[in-house]
């Protein structure tokens, strides 16, 4: 099996010309490819081929992405500009005398927008930048197939239990099958004695029961949902085994399983049966859950 999970974590450094970097990467369960990135201040061109190296990578999740750089000779490259950082310092002052709330940090004043900016006399040329972004890139993508690798080790452990659940689902339908099949005669039975309680020593005629009793067998009739069930159920196996993200698709099957659950505790007219399609109804959630961590 082959599945992938939208769950993992991986992290790569690397360095060049007196730079050091590191990057993290994390996915979490989501209904589309959302990347959140974070880069110092001067790396923001890195953006773009960032997000279409993981597009290229992934289908779906929740990803965040950091970047973290240390430079030679401090924070070479980088200054404080003066202007910006007054005016967080009185933006932050007022919100105190406000508020009430504790200054603001020095930390948290710099991690501000705009206040720390590229050192124009430290400006690299179009050539060097290139190097030097080409060069951190490549270390992000060592950090993608890490990534990608972590979420496939995590997609076949995810498998395993989805096979198992989908295995349960077609035992409880089996079970289900010849729960019904008893049904007719249990019908029969029940209208016979419900008759006699209310007609007392009033005979009804053989062929008057065997229509009402067809009535009752036609209405609890769910031979049509087991066989959606069992075909749902050979879609699920085969799905576990591609190699494509089908995630979406599963999650889909999983309402499909449901609706048909339904329908079966519903015409039931048998304790048992509806014993069963309500533990086919839970088996069904537990698989709908774990679903949703599929690419």
Same mark, same amino acid.
């Not at 401090?74 to 202007?83: E, I, T």
């Not at 591609?242 to 599963?250: I, N, P, T, W």
């Given at each position: 099996m082959t599945i992938g999970s939208m769950t993992g974590f991986a992290e790569s450094t690397g360095s060049h010309d007196g730079l050091r970097w590191r990057w993290e990467t994390k996915s979490v369960n989501g209904r589309s490819l959302e990347l959140r990135l974070r880069t110092p201040p001067g790396f923001d061109s890195l953006e773009q081929p960032a997000r279409m190296m993981a597009a290229e990578r992934f289908r779906r999740g929740n990803f965040q992405i950091n970047l973290t750089v240390e430079t030679e000779g /401090?924070? #070479? *490259?980088?200054? $404080?500009?003066?202007?910006a950082?007054?005016?967080?310092? @009185?933006l932050a002052r007022e919100v105190a005398a406000e508020t009430g709330l504790a200054p603001a940090r020095i930390d948290g004043l710099l991690a501000l927008k705009g206040v720390i900016v590229q050192d124009e006399s430290g400006f690299l040329d179009p050539m060097t930048r290139g190097h030097r972004d080409a060069a951190i890139l490549k270390s992000l993508a060592t950090?993608?197939?890490a990534l990608s690798k972590a979420r496939l080790n995590e997609g076949a452990k995810l498998a395993q239990l989805l096979s198992a659940q989908v295995d349960a689902i077609a #035992?409880?339908?089996?079970?289900a099958n010849k729960l019904a099949a008893a049904q007719p005669e249990a019908l029969r039975q029940r209208l016979t004695v419900q008759i006699q309680e209310l007609a007392g020593n009033?005979? $009804?005629a053989p062929e008057r029961l065997a229509q009402e009793v067809a009535l009752l067998a036609t209405r609890a009739d769910v031979r049509e949902e087991l066989d959606r069930l069992r075909a749902h159920v050979q879609d699920a196996r085969a799905l576990l085994h /591609?190699?494509?993200?089908? *995630? #979406? @698709?599963?999650d889909f099957l999983a309402q499909e399983f449901n609706r048909e659950a339904n329908t079966l505790c519903a015409k039931s007219a048998d304790i048992a049966?509806? #014993?069963?399609?309500l533990a086919l109804k839970a088996t069904i959630d537990q698989f709908r859950e774990q679903a949703q961590n599929v690419e």
């Open positions: /401090s924070a #070479r *490259g980088l200054k $404080v500009d003066p202007v950082l007054a005016s967080a310092v @009185k950090a993608f197939d #035992r409880l339908v089996d079970e009033v005979q $009804v /591609s190699v494509e993200a089908v *995630g #979406r @698709k599963l049966l509806t #014993r069963t399609g």
